[in-house]
């Protein structure tokens, strides 16, 4: 059964750091494209950054110098380090497996709130 689980979220104040984590299981880890995706409210899914199984990373505009993806493929995890938090990075944020085109895995979703 595949399974990813995402944790780390939470409230924090502006400024501030979290690091997410997506434990994934049921399926090879290492083999899967890995993104980090999110969804504010009233607004549409939007791409935070991705890794590839090589390695190579992506990491949109509004993240770039501030937040940071990476993996452990020993673990099956995938990592979100967000740094310099703002309000505006107030989302529920989705760990996202895929080795297209038929395997796209979905995980439930971490609420990440920046407030003061």
């Known amino acids: 059964q595949v399974q990813l689980v995402e944790s780390g979220g939470g409230l924090v104040q502006p400024g501030r750091s979290l690091r997410l984590s997506c434990a994934a299981s049921?399926?090879?880890?290492?083999?899967?494209?890995m993104r980090w995706v999110r969804q504010a409210p009233g607004k549409e899914r939007e791409l935070v950054a991705s890794?590839?199984?090589?390695?190579?990373?992506y990491t949109s505009e509004f993240a770039k110098g501030r937040f940071s993806i990476s993996r452990d493929n020993d673990k099956s995890t995938l990592y979100l380090q967000m740094n310099s938090l703002k309000p505006e990075d107030t989302a529920v944020y989705y760990c996202?497996?895929?080795?297209?085109?038929?395997?796209?895995?979905w995980g439930q979703g971490t609420q990440v709130t920046v407030s003061s």
């Open positions: 996202n497996a895929r080795m297209m085109p038929l395997s796209d895995y």
């Open positions: 049921g399926f090879t880890f290492s083999r899967f494209y």
């Open positions: 890794i590839a199984t090589t390695g190579v990373t």
